[in-house]
């Protein structure tokens, strides 16, 4: 990785590391975290790495894909009803489902890349019938607030095939997250 790249993503992942704490000391509520999320990856006007062979590398993408994500979603719920706004609505969706697999793709390999010693992921228990059981938890223990999230059958089967996949249900490390609707 180029010297520039490692004090990108260095750069990014300290802000974003501030952003948590804000978050957690109740700074920032779950929608002001995700659009500060996404203002930070609009103002460092950095584009995700186009191989994902390095765990910083990885960890930037699937951040970046997933605040993309949630900010569309998040600005899915807050739009009225109307012809044009179906219209974004569906734009949006359709942006939200190509991110949430590029993050799936990016997971898979992250796991390639990371130990097995420094993997650990399970089931979450959650407030949603949708969610509970079927989102699982992914934490690389060595990295600093790096927890990730994900439904896809793929990861959970590679996470199962490494050997760091445990079956049984927990609340997620970061449950106040998690659980708040934004």
């Not at 012809?83 to 569906?90: E, F, T």
């Not at 390639?112 to 690389?140: G, M, Q, R, T, W």
Request: with cysteine.
């Amino acid at each position: 990785m180029l010297e520039f790249e490692i004090k990108s993503i260095s750069r990014f992942l300290k802000i974003r590391n501030q952003l948590i704490i804000d978050l957690e000391n109740g700074k920032l509520d779950k929608k002001d975290f995700l659009i500060e999320n996404y203002l930070l990856i609009e103002k460092l006007n950095m584009k995700p790495f186009l191989i994902n062979d390095t765990i910083g590398r990885c960890v930037y993408n699937y951040q970046y894909y997933n605040v993309l994500a949630k900010y569309y979603k998040m600005c899915n719920l807050n739009l009225k009803s109307s012809k044009k706004s179906r219209k974004i609505h569906d734009i949006n969706k359709s942006k939200i489902a190509n991110y949430y697999i590029e993050k799936d793709k990016i997971i898979l390999d992250l796991i390639k890349l990371v130990n097995k010693e420094d993997l650990v992921a399970y089931p979450l228990l959650l407030n949603s019938e949708k969610l509970d059981n079927k989102l699982f938890e992914i934490i690389l223990l060595n990295y600093e607030k790096v927890i990730l999230h994900s439904i896809n059958q793929k990861v959970k089967d590679s996470l199962i095939d490494k050997g760091v996949f445990d079956p049984n249900p927990r609340k997620s490390k970061i449950d106040h997250y998690v659980n708040i609707v934004y």
